[in-house]
T-cell receptor
Framework: KAGVTQTPRYLIKTRGQQVTLSCSPISGHRSVSWYQQTPGQGLQFLFEYFSETQRNKGNFPGRFSGRQFSNSRSEMNVSTLELGDSALYLC???????????????FGAGSRLTVL | AQSVTQLGSHVSVSEGALVLLRCNYSSSVPPYLFWYVQYPNQGLQLLLKYTSAATLVKGINGFEAEFKKSETSFHLTKPSAHMSDAAEYFCAVSGGSNYKLTFGKGTLLTVNP
């Protein structure tokens, strides 16, 4: 079956602009999570959506937002981009039910954002 | 609160040698533990997971990890390194009800011919 698909794979923006990243989960997965990966901070949790509702949120400013559609596809948006937002943004999908700890995440290849 | 510490940001081994990547965790609830691998320009791929069944967990590509509660450790091993094992490895912990993974900083594995 198809894996997690993220688009675009690469993009370049300038400070002050906004960006929207898209994630299509594995068919049947209702949970979508987003992580930011940078060399300095490593992998940091942004937020998680389940059945169109944000269920969990990490410690990121309000410039970072997301949403999930009825088909489980998700988008994240970053407004007023800063240089420090340059990162690999990873999306992961899972069933999202049952024990959270046993909930296995399947990751996409990521969207690499460069802010100039 | 949960946290993960990976000892050694960079490990270098010779092809055919033992691979040992260290991971210690902290968790206020019974933990679920994972190892993921990331190849260049790719996302994370699950190697193995511990979910309170057997303490010795076998994963893909010949990797295994042992959960030691007394040492709060979940070290990853492979008896014989292959060139294709060169990648970055991440240990992660989950627990409670927040459907969130907390990752370590990662260990870059280099395999020398």
């Amino acid at each position: 079956k198809a894996g997690v698909t993220q688009t675009p794979r690469y993009l370049i923006k300038t400070r002050g602009q906004q960006v929207t990243l898209s994630c299509s989960p594995i068919s049947g997965h209702r949970s979508v999570s987003w992580y930011q990966q940078t060399p300095g901070q490593g992998l940091q949790f942004l937020f998680e959506y389940f059945s169109e509702t944000q269920r969990n949120k990490g410690n990121f400013p309000g410039r970072f937002s997301g949403r999930q559609f009825s088909n489980s596809r998700s988008e994240m948006n970053v407004s007023t981009l800063e240089l420090g937002d340059s990162a690999l943004y990873l999306c992961a999908s899972s069933l999202g039910t049952g024990s959270s700890g046993a909930n296995v995440l399947t990751f996409g290849a990521g969207s690499r954002l460069t802010v100039l | 609160a949960q946290s993960v510490t990976q000892l050694g940001s960079h490990v270098s081994v010779s092809e055919g040698a033992l691979v040992l990547l260290r991971c210690n965790y902290s968790s206020s609830v019974p933990p679920y533990l994972f190892w993921y691998v990331q190849y260049p320009n790719q996302g994370l791929q699950l190697l193995l997971k511990y979910t309170s069944a057997a303490t010795l967990v076998k994963g893909i590509n010949g990797f295994e990890a042992e959960f030691k509660k007394s040492e709060t450790s979940f070290h990853l091993t492979k008896p014989s390194a292959h060139m294709s094992d060169a990648a970055e490895y991440f240990c992660a912990v989950s627990g409670g009800s927040n459907y969130k993974l907390t990752f370590g900083k990662g260990t870059l594995l280099t395999v020398n011919p």
